[in-house]
T-cell receptor
Framework: DTGVSQNPRHKITKRGQNVTFRCDPISEHNRLYWYRQTLGQGPEFLTY????????KSRLLSDRFSAERPKGSFSTLEIQRTEQGDSAMYLCASSPGQIYNSPLHFGNGTRLTVT | AQTVTQSQPEMSVQEAETVTLSCTYD???????LFWYKQPPSRQMILVIR??????QNATENRFSVNFQKAAKSFSLKISDSQLGDAAMYFC??????????????FGEGTQLTVNP
């Protein structure tokens, strides 16, 4: 169990640029979640996958945001035409979906700064 | 929609003392799960303790215990014999017991705990 891995750890970009983050969940975890956390606040749910299927998206996930999990393993979160309001920590978490009440395992997050 | 409220933005405790962090939630569901997560400065969220709503007995994990009051929709965390390593942001979280919710968590705003030597 190597834990949930997120890359990059930090990303600084200029407003209007596109960025992509990657998340590698714990192997054999079939559920994968993306959260956004702004400074001093709790994480807010963005979206989740069961295997390769994206089953739920928050209204926070505007059309500039897209997430994929093409083979049910790693996932990417892309933000197009970034805005300063997108600056936040983006957290990925995974869980074994077969065990419903199992806890989520979080990665270290990707901190995005939009200048 | 479910909401989780942590009314204490900051708390401090002396090393070896006991501290209680408060959490209230609002839900119309009868089946759900509650969690306390710890987020140290390294930023990785770590599960501290969890409680199933159908269980009347309060959960305990070593120095961490909860006071779960279902009728009052209250879920406080007690940390006994506080240690310097307990210093972190603590988040209370709710998860629906409805399978179709996908087991996503709803978090409170967090409580920053400082442990004084």
């Amino acid at each position: 169990d190597t834990g949930v891995s997120q890359n990059p750890r930090h990303k600084i970009t200029k407003r209007g640029q596109n960025v992509t983050f990657r998340c590698d969940p714990i192997s054999e975890h079939n559920r994968l979640y993306w959260y956004r956390q702004t400074l001093g606040q709790g994480p807010e749910f963005l979206t989740y996958f069961q295997n390769e299927a994206q089953l739920e998206k928050s209204r926070l996930l505007s059309d500039r945001f897209s997430a994929e999990r093409p083979k049910g393993s790693f996932s990417t979160l892309e933000i197009q035409r970034t805005e300063q309001g997108d600056s936040a920590m983006y957290l990925c978490a995974s869980s074994p979906g077969q065990i419903y009440n199992s806890p989520l395992h979080f990665g270290n997050g990707t901190r995005l700064t939009v200048t | 929609a479910q909401t989780v409220t942590q009314s204490q933005p900051e708390m401090s405790v002396q090393e070896a003392e006991t501290v209680t962090l408060s959490c209230t939630y609002d839900t119309s569901e009868s089946d759900y799960y509650l969690f306390w997560y710890k987020q140290p400065p390294s930023r990785q969220m770590i599960l501290v303790i969890r409680q199933e709503a159908y269980k009347q007995q309060n959960a305990t994990e070593n120095r961490f215990s909860v006071n779960f009051q279902k009728a009052a929709k209250s879920f406080s965390l007690k940390i006994s014999d506080s240690q310097l390593g307990d210093a972190a942001m603590y988040f209370c979280a709710y998860r629906s017991g409805v399978e179709t919710s996908g087991s996503r968590l709803t978090f409170g705003e967090g409580t920053q705990l400082t442990v004084n030597p």
